[in-house]
């Protein structure tokens, strides 16, 4: 059993956007620029921008955090996004989600300018994505397509089952492991709350999307021996015996997963980073495009 490392992997890929951000400054061109929206305190989510800022400064683009608070209203919101959308200086943007329950996140989402879209969740480029058009991909499967292409996991033929249907993460990852492309060209089987016998599907699966929120919930006896395991779970559970009060698990019960699988993602430390990495990388896209 191999672990996918996705914190080392992040690093690597980092370091390689960082040397092209140095050509860029010395060729006096434009600095790839990042804004991200927090609104809220929710501690998870200022957690991970926290982490996309830090990561802007590592690799040398300029970033910029916009935080209100949860009483927020929409059009106040709506307003943001549309200065965003106007202002030449930044070239992608992202809205971190969850938003307070008042806020419609389709309405915000939809609000975003597609070319400035770097989390790949407007519909345009969700759409451009499903027809294998060129487009800015979902940073979570953007981050698992990576880790298998740079750990050269064999997915062509190959039978995918995806645990959940969510718009960010099952539904996207299920389109592009079944497109004509590598990674990719799988038979997926996308599978959520209502089907029928879930274990049973899990154990026919080659590769293993774990993406459904609930901790430790896939164990050793529903995967199959040599299978692909990848946990894009991160649940907070409580423990007393850490400083924070909680500790991150997985959706993936990893102890008897690893027993199974060929390769493994941990959490942490697996496919979170990666997809701090997949907005980065957008982001530089957005900026080349731009000029
Ligand atoms: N919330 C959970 N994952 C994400 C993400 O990738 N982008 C944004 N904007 N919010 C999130």
Do not use: W
């Not at 956007?17 to 620029?33: L, T």
């Not at 487009?135 to 039978?159: C, N, V």
Request: aromatic share 4%; charged share 25%.
């Amino acid at each position: 059993m191999k672990i996918i490392d996705g914190k080392e992997l992040s690093e690597i890929i980092k370091t390689e956007i960082k040397a092209e951000v140095d050509g860029i400054r010395a060729r006096k061109e434009n600095i790839p620029h990042l804004a991200a929206v927090l609104i809220g305190d929710n501690p998870a989510s200022r957690s991970y921008v926290r982490s996309k800022v830090r990561s802007c400064e590592f690799v040398g683009f300029e970033s910029t955090l916009i935080q209100k608070d949860s009483s927020i209203s929409e059009a106040e919101l709506l307003d943001i996004i549309r200065e965003l959308n106007e202002n030449e200086d930044i070239d992608g943007f992202i809205v971190q989600l969850p938003l307070p329950k008042h806020i419609d996140e389709t309405k915000v989402i939809l609000a975003i300018d597609p070319a400035k879209d770097v989390d790949g969740f407007h519909p345009i480029n969700f759409g451009k994505m499903a027809q294998g058009l060129d487009a800015y991909l979902p940073a979570t499967p953007f981050g698992i397509l990576q880790m298998l292409e740079r750990y050269h996991i064999e997915t062509s033929g190959k039978h995918c089952v995806v645990v959940g249907r969510s718009n960010i993460v099952g539904t996207p990852m299920s389109i592009l492991l079944s497109r004509k492309a590598n990674p990719g060209n799988c038979t997926v089987t996308l599978t959520h709350s209502r089907t029928k016998d879930l274990g049973a599907e899990i154990l026919r699966a080659d590769i293993i999307i774990a993406a459904i929120g609930i901790p430790n919930f896939i164990t050793g006896d529903m995967v199959k021996k040599g299978a692909v395991v990848i946990d894009v779970g991160i649940n907070r559970i409580d423990d007393a015996s850490r400083k924070s009060g909680y500790r991150l698990v997985g959706d993936v019960d990893f102890d008897s997963a690893a027993e199974k699988a060929s390769f493994i993602t941990p959490v942490p430390g697996g496919v979170g980073p990666m997809t701090v990495t997949s907005l980065l990388l957008n982001t530089l896209k957005a900026s080349k495009l731009k000029v």
